[in-house]
């Protein structure tokens, strides 16, 4: 025991070694200060390292930080923040989980760009899946696509402004097979109106109301058979 200080240097190898056990500042909490180029500590067992207060490291000044383990398990009582002023990478040569019992929140702290880039995208919601954009929504594939409910209304609403196009390479089949189909224009409803094309009509009963005129034009001849009575008032 010193009242003062201890020195304890050598020109070679300095070891401290012990059959059982080796206690440094066990009598009282003092401080420790490990000043070295490299430090190096192995253990045969467990490491430990506790605090009363906190654990910190890096703190004097920024320094590179790898943890290379079998595995990784970071448990906390309270929230656990990373924050990078550069970019922030996770990856994994397996799956890649996150789950939390109340919610998964990105980008909520301020509006940011998220690219997802997958071989395929499956998003399985037990509630409503809902998205909202302030600007535009693209949804865009090169292959066979659908757009399936089960069950309730199908809406899609042009709320404010603009035209709606529906537009196809190919043929376009609209089927209603539980009830009709009702087509309704404030300004006017036009069909052919791109290019004249064949327009072909089968029905059971065909019924035409106007509350102005009927006007029908032919740049060629006018044929209107019936099998039973005419009438033309």
């Not at 923040?81 to 040569?93: K, R």
């Not at 929504?137 to 696509?145: H, M, R, T």
């Not at 399936?148 to 196809?168: A, E, K, V």
């Not at 089927?175 to 094309?197: N, P, R, W, Y």
């Amino acid at each position: 025991d010193g009242q003062g200080t201890l020195s304890v240097s050598s020109s070679g190898a300095l070891k401290i070694d012990s059959p059982t056990s080796i206690g440094i500042g066990t009598n009282s909490d003092a401080p420790i200060d490990i000043d070295s180029t490299t430090l190096d500590i192995d253990a045969s067992g467990a490491l430990t390292i506790d605090s009363a207060t906190s654990i910190s490291i890096g703190t004097t000044a920024d320094k590179p930080i790898d943890i290379d383990s079998t595995t990784l398990d970071i448990d906390s009582s309270g929230a656990i923040t990373i924050n990078g002023e550069s970019t922030t990478a996770i990856s994994s040569s397996g799956a890649l989980s996150i789950d939390s019992e109340t919610g998964i929140n990105i980008g909520t702290t301020t509006d940011k760009p998220i690219d997802i880039d997958s071989t395929t995208l499956d998003i399985d919601a037990s509630g409503a899946v809902t998205l909202d954009s302030t600007s535009t929504i693209s949804l865009d594939g090169v292959g066979n696509s659908n757009f399936t409910i089960d069950s309730g209304n199908l809406t899609i609403n042009n709320t404010t402004s603009g035209n709606m196009t529906l537009q196809s390479a190919g043929a376009i089949d609209i089927d209603a097979d539980g009830g009709k189909v009702t087509i309704d224009g404030s300004g006017g409803i036009d069909i052919g109106v791109e290019s004249d094309v064949a327009i072909d009509i089968d029905s059971s009963t065909l019924d035409i109301d106007a509350s102005g005129a009927i006007t029908i034009d032919g740049t060629s001849t006018l044929s209107i058979d019936v099998d039973g009575a005419t009438n033309i008032n």
